[in-house]
């Protein structure tokens, strides 16, 4: 059960949909060891759900994550390497409870999106982001790199453009990061909702179980050879062909019905 009151989350479930917003908007939804907490506690939780199907990740007010606290990176700046190893790891464990959720997620990238953010966005499934938002790796600006995040980049974007983008620190548009594969959809602000609504509209349209195996299939592959991999995805498929959700998917096809999953409204 996801908790009603968190001190730097605003969190809201309709219709098997979770919207979960960073509200930290005075800072453009910094985060801080807090926040960390708090957003690894609702990742765990949503994951254990059956009744979540989708979560949508947003910000509060006119940015979507501004990456690190500067008080925050202000105290962190006296940590012992011990520390900071036990901070960044707790940052490490965050990102990856969002990737590895079952269910989608979406970004719903509502303005400017700097250092650590950028790993929430790439952990995402889906993101669709409104034309003026702003981006940027920006930790070389301080004397940093962008270590936790890398592998969720790196995956989502490539090496190449993380060459670029990780040594120059420079910002870049919504469009350049479509083209970057960051972001799927660039929209005007009056088109967000909207565009957010049909993406879950897809998702909805399909197994959840389905979905959550294309997921694994995916994590599964993206470190196989293609020749390698040929035992483990016939055995997915062989398991879901029989498994309720297949059967119900096969038979709603041949009866020219809706399968069970199909939002009823």
Not at 141 to 158: D, F, Q, T, W
Not at 226 to 247: F, K, V
Request: hydrophobic share 40%.
């Amino acid at each position: 059960m996801i908790k009603e009151e968190y001190r730097t989350l605003q969190i809201s479930i309709q219709k098997n949909i979770c919207y979960l917003n960073l509200n930290r908007p005075k800072i453009k939804n910094a985060f801080d060891d807090k926040m960390i907490a708090e957003l690894t506690d609702v990742f765990e939780t949503i994951a254990q759900s059956h009744d979540i199907r989708i979560l949508i990740l947003s910000g509060n007010g006119t940015g979507f994550c501004a990456g690190a606290d500067l008080h925050w990176m202000k105290k962190m700046k006296s940590f012992t390497e011990e520390e900071n190893y036990s901070d960044s790891l707790s940052l490490a464990k965050m990102i990856q409870a969002l990737y590895l959720l079952p269910q989608p997620a979406i970004a719903r990238i509502n303005g400017p999106v700097f250092g650590g953010g950028m790993g929430l966005i790439c952990a995402c499934d889906i993101a669709v982001s409104v034309d003026s938002a702003v981006f940027a790796f920006s930790e070389v600006k301080l004397g940093l790199v962008p270590a936790v995040i890398s592998p969720y980049v790196i995956n989502k974007i490539g090496e190449s453009a993380c060459r670029e983008l990780f040594l120059t620190g420079r910002r870049f548009n919504a469009d350049e990061a479509k083209s970057f594969r960051m972001v799927h959809s660039v929209v005007s602000q009056d088109k967000l909702d909207e565009t957010v609504n049909q993406y879950i509209r897809y998702l909805l349209a399909n197994g959840p179980l389905a979905i959550s195996a294309c997921k694994r299939l995916l994590d599964y592959l993206g470190c196989k050879n293609p020749l390698d991999a040929a035992e483990y995805t016939s055995n997915l498929i062989a398991r879901l062909r029989i498994s309720p959700e297949g059967q119900e998917g096969i038979k709603a096809f041949f009866d020219k019905r809706n399968p069970s999953w199909f939002p009823k409204d």
